[in-house]
């Protein structure tokens, strides 16, 4: 079993920055495959970056540029930093992993190739 808790989610104004951090218990991180996902209320969750163990990342259109995954294997840690925040980025934030990646990285950020999810870090932005 992997178990996943996300931190670093918060409120802040529009141009602003935030670095969420997904701790993963319970099995060799250095071998999983990690993702960052969001979901609004009543939408379907989103696939925001996803990285493998090879460190290989995949973002989605709307977050290129201005988000960044990394991992950090010592400390079992996915992060994902934030820049240029804009109230579009408002959403319920998860980390997701899996015990492999999909074949094709343009999969990476598909929600149901995940098994494991934490429990979400809610991040709003203002205008």
Known sequence: QVQLVESGGGSVQAGGSLRLSCAAYGYIYSSLCMGWFR????????????IDSDGRTSYAD????????????????LYLRMNS?????????????????????????????YNYWGQGTQVTVSS
């Not at 804009?86 to 980390?95: R, S, V």
């Open 62 to 77: 709307s977050v290129k540029g201005r988000f960044t995954i990394s991992q950090d294997a010592a400390k079992n840690t």
């Open 85 to 113: 925040l804009q109230p579009e980025d408002t959403a319920m934030y998860y980390c997701a992993a899996d015990f492999r990646c999909p074949r094709y990285s343009s999969d990476y950020l598909l929600s149901y190739k």
């Open 39 to 50: 979901q609004v209320p009543g939408k379907e969750r989103e696939g925001v970056a996803a």
